[in-house]
Every structure is written in C-alpha cells, then in structure tokens.
C-alpha cells in the first residue's frame, strides 16, 4: 500500500463546475497534509494545508481532513480552465513530506 | 515572500561529467532543503533533507556519494550529481522551509538531460 494515493485521473469537469479531489494516506501519524498545484514542466506550488479535522477554505479552494478515514480532500469551486493542472496531495511525516502520484485535472471551457 | 529560485534551469551534459544545481532562499532563511526528483508522469521523490550546517540524510535507495548535498548557510544548498548517466536525466526540485514552519516553498526546478 502506498503511503499517499490519489486517483491519477484524468478529472474532467466542466467551467464553473465544482471539482473535488481525493488523497487517502496510510500513516496514522501524520500531522500536516498539503495541496499543491503543478503545471506540466513546472514546479509544484502550494495551494493551502490543513491541520486539524475538518474545513478549511482559500477563496476558491477548500481542503477538507478526516483522520479517523485517513482521508483529505480539495474542493475547487467555480472552476476555470486555468485550474487544469495535476493536484498532488503531500503528507507530513517526520519532517519531512510524502507525496501522491497527483490528480490530473480537466478543466473544460 | 517565500521565493526560492534555482540555477540552472536546464543543463544537458556528457555522460560522465558532474553537474551542479545551486538552491537559493531569498527572502527568508531556510533552516531545511528538501531535494527531489521527478520523472515524466511520475510524482516528487524526495531524495534527501538537509539542514543548515549539517550533513544531509538521505532516502533509502539514494547514493550520498553520487548526489552530493551541500547546505553551507541558511540561504543556500546546492545539489551536485557526480559522474551523471542518461538514468539521471530528471527534474530536480528543491524546495525550502524555515524553522518550524509547517509549509515547504518550492524552487523551479532544474530539467538534467545527461547525453
């Protein structure tokens, strides 16, 4: 099983549509979970983590954490076709972060 | 804030040759680098962390001795792939964090194609 696993997708929604990403992780320790945005050719940048159970909302974006399911989530309201780009989900373990194989999203206008 | 650039961006290079990647902090101090590697369509693997002022602890699996990791301040780690082979035609990416900070700042990347 692997430490962090997201569906690699492709996610087609359409504009203005909500898109919901998922990431389950396996180590129950794991304090801090992370969403980042990357572009292809490009690095990855960070959209918003989340700590505590729950919601946490940035604008457009909303991660949601379940660590009794293991489970961490990213809501994109309003989608725009320039949110096409793969989500990688990251775990923080030990100082240092586990990342997902990522998400393909599809934004389509 | 938060900026983190790298140098180069790209570098092809003869097989056997060693090639250097410079991570730099610039608005902040940066108590940790991560260096990562990513291969087409795969995610970040992270290949070692570096704290400022000591050696570097590497994943399992990584060589120290072929990628040498050198964070000499709190503003700058380079990352240097000794005797590079066409396998480690990658893109590496740091990324930096200072002190207890809970979120990690990315550099662009450096795209190595080793003929």
């Known amino acids: 099983q692997k430490e962090v696993e997201q569906n690699s997708g492709p996610l087609s929604v359409p504009e203005g549509a909500i898109a919901s990403l998922n990431c389950t992780y396996s180590?129950?320790?794991?304090?801090?979970f992370f969403w980042y945005r990357q572009y292809s050719g490009k690095s990855p940048e960070l959209i918003m983590f989340?700590?505590?159970?729950g919601d946490k909302e940035d604008g457009r974006f909303t991660a949601q954490l379940n660590k009794a399911s293991q489970y961490v989530s990213l809501l994109i309201r309003d989608s725009q076709p320039s949110d096409s780009a793969t989500y990688l989900c990251?775990?923080?373990?030990?100082?240092?972060?586990?990342f997902g194989t990522g998400t393909r999203l599809k934004v389509l206008a | 804030g938060a900026v983190v650039s790298q140098h180069p961006s790209r570098v092809i290079c003869k097989s056997g040759t060693s090639v250097k990647i410079e991570c730099r902090s610039l608005?902040?101090?940066?108590?940790?680098m991560f260096w990562y590697r990513q291969f087409p369509k795969q995610s970040l693997m992270l290949m070692a962390t570096?704290?400022?002022?000591?050696?570097?602890?590497?994943e399992q699996g990584v060589e120290k001795d072929k990628f040498l990791i050198n964070h000499a301040s709190l503003t700058l780690s380079t990352l240097t792939v000794t005797s590079a082979h066409p396998e480690d035609s990658s893109f590496y990416i740091c990324?930096?964090?200072?002190?207890?900070?809970?979120?990690?700042?990315f550099g662009p990347g450096t795209r190595l194609t080793v003929l």
């Open positions: 990324s930096a964090r200072h002190g207890g900070a809970n979120e990690q700042f």
């Open positions: 180590d129950r320790g794991s304090q801090s």
């Open positions: 989340i700590y505590s159970n």
């Open positions: 990251a775990v923080e373990r030990t100082y240092k972060y586990i």
């Open positions: 608005d902040f101090q940066a108590t940790t």
């Open positions: 570096s704290n400022e002022g000591s050696k570097a602890t590497y």
